[in-house]
């Protein structure tokens, strides 16, 4: 598997996957255990984006073109720590977007079958995202194979065994389970 592949520590990193696969919560465990900042991409998207999101209106390339502008914009700023920024970075060309912000930029991506994530986005009341939308989420997601610096986790783990997980990974450049000899 790639994530077996010792490389560079991350200069940052951006956890990514559909919609419900843990992005907001193994993303502040990360952060946490690096003492990076952490960032929610969903914070930044334009009110008319969650507007569509929440009326069950999958977003567009366009839509996701500022966001992702933004998104560069606080990945490149200069910073003393690294930065966690949760993102679901769908497509390949979403993460080169990212990439060419931050060069050394990790993307740590939670893999979920499309009955969990839905399974998980219907137990969440009150959140914007529309459980409509989690199909689309996966039309859209062209998975980080044959990428750089990218981790593959299976997003069912628990959060700090996957926490634990990407941090290692982060601060070395392999996966904790490859600094055990297990991979
Ligand atoms: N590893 C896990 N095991 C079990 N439940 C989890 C796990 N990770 C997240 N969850 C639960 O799944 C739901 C979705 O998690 P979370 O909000 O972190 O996902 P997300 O990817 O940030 O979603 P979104 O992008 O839609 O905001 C939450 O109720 C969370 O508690
Ligand atoms: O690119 C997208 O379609 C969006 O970023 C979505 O993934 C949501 O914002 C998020 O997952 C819901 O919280």
Redesign the pocket.
Known sequence: MDSAIPDAPASSLVVMG????G??SIGAACAQRLGWTLEE??SH?APE?IAK?RAGT??TDAD?AG?LDRLGALLGAPQRQGMVLT????RRA?RERLRAARPGLGFAFLALDYEQALQR?QARPG???SPA?VA??FA?LEPPLHEPRVLMLDATRPVDALAAEIAAWARAGMPASFTQGVA
């Open positions: 559909v919609s419900g696969c992005k907001s991409g969903d998207h984006s999101m999958p977003l996701r966001w993102c679901s970075a769908l979403y986005v959140h914007f995202f939308l689309d989420q859209t």
